[in-house]
C-alpha cells in the first residue's frame, strides 16, 4: 500500500475528529469530514473513508469507555439492535433514495435539541434514567446516520441529554453502540459500492485510535455545567452550517 502524501495530515485529522467524539459523544464524522474538505479531499473521498475509519476509532472508544467504566449496560442494549437494524436499512436504501434532500429535516432536528440543550445547560439538572422511546431514537439515529452521512451522535446522544440522561453513561454508551452502527453500515456500503483510498482511512484510524483513551479519560473530570453549553452551541452551530449550505447552494 502507497501511503499518501498527506499521511500525517490525515492522522491529525483523525485524532482531532476523536477526541471531539470521545469527550462529546458526537460529531467525529462532521469534524473529520468537515476538515478534510477543508483540505481539499473531494467530498465522495471524505464520505466513504472517514466512515471506513470509524470501525476502528469507534472500536477503540468503545473498549476505553468500558475500562472507565462510562457504560450503562441496560441503556447499550436498549441502543443496540435497533442502532444494527437502522444502519443497515438506511446504508442499503442511501444507493436510491437522496440522502441530500433529507440534511434540511435533520438539521432542523438538531437545531431544536441544541437549543433545548443550550436551555438545560443553565437550569438545575436532575439526573435520571431515560427508558421511554430509547429503541425508537436509536433506529432513528443509525438510520439517519446512514443516509445522510452522519448523525448517530448528535441525534442519540443529545435526545438522551436533554431527557435527563447521565452525561456520563449517555457519552459512553452512545460511543459504544456506535461501533456497530458504523460497522453494519460500512460492511452494506463495501458490498454495494465499493471502497478506496486505503491510506487515507488508515491515516484516520491512527488518529482516531490514539485519541480514543484519552477522549474516553477526560470526559470523566469535565463537569456536564461545563460541557453541556458547549456541546449546544457545537450542535447549534453545525446544524446552521448544514441548512445554510443546503439553501445557499
Known sequence: MELPPDFLLFIAIGFAAQLVDGALGMAYGVT????????????????????AAECFTTGTSAISHHAFGNIDRKLFRRLLLPG?????????????IDGDALKPWIAGYLLLMG??????????LVPREVTSHVSTVGFIGAFLDAIGGGGWGPIVATNLIARGHELRLTVGSVNAVEFF???TASIVFLVTMGFSHIGIVVGLAIGGVLAAPLGAWLIRFVKPRVL??????????????TLYKTFAG
Open 32 to 51: 473529520a469530514s468537515t476538515l478534510l474538505l477543508g483540505f481539499g479531499v473531494p467530498p465522495a473521498v471524505s464520505s466513504a473513508t472517514v466512515h
Open 84 to 96: 444494527v437494524l437502522g444502519a443497515g436499512i438506511g446504508a442499503y436504501l442511501l444507493t436510491a
Open 181 to 183: 452502527v458504523t460497522l
Open 228 to 241: 453541556m453549553p458547549f456541546v449546544g452551541l457545537l450542535v447549534i452551530g453545525l446544524s446552521l452550517r
Open 115 to 124: 437549543v433545548i440543550i443550550l436551555f438545560k445547560a443553565f437550569k438545575e
